[in-house]
């Protein structure tokens, strides 16, 4: 009798540890998309420039509702993802040479950063942002 009990006592941790280690997985992937997509701080833009992918950027004026859109998207709706192919691109300097790209490709919107990991990353917005793809359309 109390060698079932030991065994089963040993599949039972076992069990619990498989379901702790994949709760553990899913919440370190949500937490590594929270922290690749960060809000971009109105007072730290130094600039913005808009473009074709073949032509030369052009300054703008900073355009608060884009960054506003961006800031508003939901962490928890990105998947990393790179790029090779740009149609157009908006591209926000930040103080602190910070570097973040919005790309718009395919009628997807991807985002490259240089101030999270090492080097640059790449994502892609899931759901698509209504506002900044009609950015893009007007441009």
Request: glycine share 4%.
């Given at each position: 009798?109390?060698k079932?009990?030991?065994?089963?006592?040993?599949?039972l941790?076992?069990?619990?540890?498989?379901?702790?280690?994949?709760?553990?997985?899913?919440?370190?992937?949500?937490?590594?998309?929270?922290?690749?997509?960060?809000?971009?701080?109105?007072?730290?833009?130094?600039?913005?420039?808009?473009?074709?992918?073949?032509?030369?950027?052009?300054?703008?004026?900073?355009k608060?509702?884009?960054?506003?859109?961006?800031?508003?998207?939901?962490?928890?709706?990105?998947?990393?993802?790179?790029i090779?192919?740009?149609?157009?691109?908006?591209?926000?300097?930040?103080?602190g040479?910070?570097?973040?790209?919005?790309?718009?490709?395919?009628?997807?919107?991807?985002?490259?950063?240089?101030?999270?990991?090492?080097?640059?990353?790449?994502?892609?917005?899931?759901?698509?942002?209504?506002?900044?793809?009609?950015?893009?359309?007007?441009?």
């Open positions: 009798m109390k079932y009990l030991y065994v089963f006592i040993v599949v941790i076992i069990i619990t540890g498989f379901l702790l280690g994949k709760q553990y997985q899913e919440n370190q992937a949500f937490m590594d998309q929270l922290l690749l997509h960060q809000v971009i701080d109105i007072e730290d833009v130094k600039a913005m420039y808009v473009g074709r992918s073949d032509e030369p950027l052009t300054e703008i004026d900073t608060e509702d884009i960054i506003n859109a961006f800031n508003n998207y939901p962490a928890n709706q990105i998947t990393e993802k790179n090779d192919h740009v149609e157009a691109k908006l591209v926000i300097e930040l103080q040479d910070i570097v973040i790209k919005i790309l718009y490709s395919d009628d997807s919107l991807f985002v490259k950063r240089n101030d999270v990991a090492a080097g640059e990353i790449c994502y892609e917005l899931i759901k698509g942002n209504e506002q900044i793809e009609a950015f893009f359309s007007s441009q």
